[in-house]
């Protein structure tokens, strides 16, 4: 990578540079900066570079903006790739199971979603609207759960993998099934019509990595690779997973999570009832099983019975903790 050529293009003169997970971090006469290769086309990184400026001017700055080139653009081409370069945002990733840490990445969230309301994208950005498209997914994702059963059932040699999963895969049918006419009883498509008008977005990745605590012990958010116009429940849900899964999905953990969130942005119950569609959803079994049986990742057979051995061991903590959210609607 031309680390100095992208530099320059900034108007920045490196003096030395490191990697750093997938970007590099450069030390310029200007201060620390972040150089990273991105695959999104130009009119999607319009789209993400617009919803950057819009929390930006509402008054969210805890953020990695962008930096303009002297193309006058939010991204530079070198040797036919695209990169994007952001300053150095200084602190540490998000720790889960401490509780400041888990506190104030849930204030950031609410306050992201409050100041994100109403975002509309510039003239020439591609729109990335997710609003209406759960049930839809859901559907297709229990039908390729349905079919791999029967190609797997079909199958001569079955590897330990097949196994595991032909035991597993009806108890998490029935949890996909409940998850869907969960949604089904919601007013999800009258909520995401009204959602599409107010114009709410989500971060779409708001986990640890992306969530950094400052040296001054504020909270900035990273990483809007995959944001879009979506219902906030989704980032908020997705949330609560993510911390629950390293507490045996304590309900009063995840009450304690939606007290702080609403004391910045109201939850009503028709929010509950479509995050409970989401903690239904077996989410991380169809996605380890997609991984596997399209070789989606380089992992190996031992990474993937680890981490299929994980999902299974939280799915009676997920239906108890599910049964119990359902009482709270």
């Known amino acids: 990578m031309q680390i100095e050529a992208i530099a320059r293009e900034y108007s920045f003169k490196v003096k030395s540079y490191k990697p750093l997970r997938a970007v590099y971090i450069a030390e310029t006469d200007k201060g620390p900066i972040v150089i990273k290769e991105t695959d999104r086309e130009p009119d999607k990184l319009l789209y993400i570079h617009g919803m950057k400026e819009y929390l930006y001017e509402s008054g969210f700055d805890a953020l990695d903006r962008y930096l303009i080139s002297e193309n006058g653009l939010p991204f530079t081409v070198q040797d036919n790739r695209l990169f994007v370069v952001e300053k150095f945002i200084d602190g540490r990733e998000c720790s889960f199971t401490n509780p400041f840490d888990r506190e104030a990445a849930v204030v950031a969230l609410a306050e992201l979603h409050k100041k994100g309301k109403g975002y509309i994208a510039p003239t020439g950005a591609y729109k990335r609207e997710n609003y209406g498209k759960w049930d839809n997914t859901y559907l297709k994702k229990i039908d390729y759960l349905v079919e791999l059963k029967e190609t797997i059932r079909t199958k001569k040699h079955k590897d330990f993998f097949d196994k595991m999963y032909l035991e597993d895969v009806d108890f998490m049918l029935d949890m996909a099934w409940q998850a869907y006419d969960t949604l089904s009883c919601s007013s999800y498509q009258e909520i995401c019509k009204r959602a599409r008008q107010e114009k709410w977005i989500c971060h779409h990745d708001y986990t640890?990595?992306?969530?950094?605590?400052?040296?001054?012990?504020?909270?900035?958010?990273?990483?809007?690779?995959?944001?879009?116009?979506?219902?906030?429940?989704?980032?908020?849900?997705?949330?609560?997973?993510?911390?629950?899964?390293?507490?045996?999905?304590?309900?009063?953990?995840?009450?304690?999570?939606?007290?702080?969130?609403?004391?910045?942005?109201?939850?009503?119950?028709?929010?509950?009832?479509?995050?409970?569609?989401?903690?239904?959803?077996?989410?991380?079994?169809?996605?380890?099983?997609?991984?596997?049986?399209?070789?989606?990742?380089?992992?190996?057979?031992?990474?993937?019975?680890?981490?299929?051995?994980?999902?299974?061991?939280?799915?009676?903590?997920?239906?108890?903790?599910?049964?119990?959210?359902?009482k709270l609607i």
Not at 222 to 233: G, N, Q, R
Not at 297 to 320: G, P, Q
């Open 208 to 326: 640890y990595h992306n969530i950094i605590i400052t040296k001054d012990w504020g909270v900035s958010i990273i990483d809007f690779d995959y944001s879009c116009h979506e219902l906030p429940v989704y980032d908020l849900a997705n949330y609560i997973l993510k911390v629950l899964k390293r507490f045996s999905f304590d309900i009063d953990m995840a009450l304690r999570i939606l007290n702080i969130y609403d004391s910045v942005l109201t939850i009503n119950k028709e929010d509950l009832l479509l995050m409970l569609a989401i903690f239904e959803f077996p989410q991380r079994f169809w996605r380890i099983a997609e991984r596997y049986y399209e070789r989606k990742t380089d992992w190996s057979d031992d990474d993937f019975e680890d981490k299929y051995e994980d999902v299974f061991m939280f799915r009676e903590y997920i239906k108890d903790f599910t049964s119990e959210f359902r």
